[in-house]
């Protein structure tokens, strides 16, 4: 019985292939992986799967994904990934032991609170490795496509606290943590991958 089948994410099925193979060259070679915000663990089952020399380490601030991360995780086979831990972005600090060698996070700072976004750059500044973040962006206050803008009044209207972020903002955290943008990488359907790296300090 595969339960966990209703909760399949059907964004996520199409954007895992094009997301690895622009994570695949620029992730470090060993370590592990710190996922935030899992929701279903289709993109940590399926990196792992491809990825076998790293371990991915799936974490969700909703505990009733757990478990589904778990069963996608099962299904694929895979035994290089942690057990889902539970990680509300927004804490600071983050109750993790790590060590950990990259994070990665879709679709998840335009669907919560600003908070999420703060604590997100606060921590990975506190690690010091990088930050892999997917989704849809502004870019100094015009969006890439009128798809995105109509997204935005979208995710507004469901919550005044949400919204499609703009890479300034995101800068001002990033600076504040001692990150740094490095790449924006282009990707199907007007999203981005932010490549975010902690900054040389003397
Ligand atoms: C649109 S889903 C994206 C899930 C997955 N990353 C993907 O790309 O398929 C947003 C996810 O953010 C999670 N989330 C909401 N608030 C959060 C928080 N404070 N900290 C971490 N994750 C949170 C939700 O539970 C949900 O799984």
Request: aromatic share 8%; hydrophobic share 50%; glycine share 4%.
């Amino acid at each position: 019985m595969h339960t966990h089948h209703a909760f399949i994410a059907p964004a996520a099925e199409r954007n895992k292939q094009p997301i690895l193979t622009a994570l695949a060259p620029r992730l470090p070679s060993a370590g592990v992986i710190l996922e935030v915000a899992s929701g279903t663990g289709q993109h940590t089952a399926f990196f792992a799967a491809h990825l076998p020399a790293l371990t991915f380490q799936p974490t969700e601030a909703d505990p009733a994904r757990l478990p589904i991360i778990s069963a996608f995780i099962a299904e694929a086979g895979v035994t290089n990934t942690l057990s889902p831990a539970h990680l509300d972005a927004a804490a600071n600090p983050w109750p993790l032991p790590g060590p950990f060698a990259a994070a990665f996070c879709a679709n998840m700072i335009h669907i919560t609170p600003w908070a999420c976004a703060q604590g997100l750059f606060a921590n990975i500044g506190r690690l010091r490795v990088p930050l892999f973040l997917y989704g849809p962006f502004r870019f100094h206050g015009a969006f890439t496509a009128p798809s995105n803008a109509a997204f935005d009044d979208s995710l507004r209207a469901r919550d005044p606290a949400w919204g499609v972020r703009d890479i300034d903002d995101l800068s001002a955290l990033a600076l504040a943590a001692s990150l740094h943008l490095s790449e924006a990488v282009e990707m199907p359907n007007n999203n981005h991958l932010l490549v975010w790296h902690p900054t040389l300090t003397p």
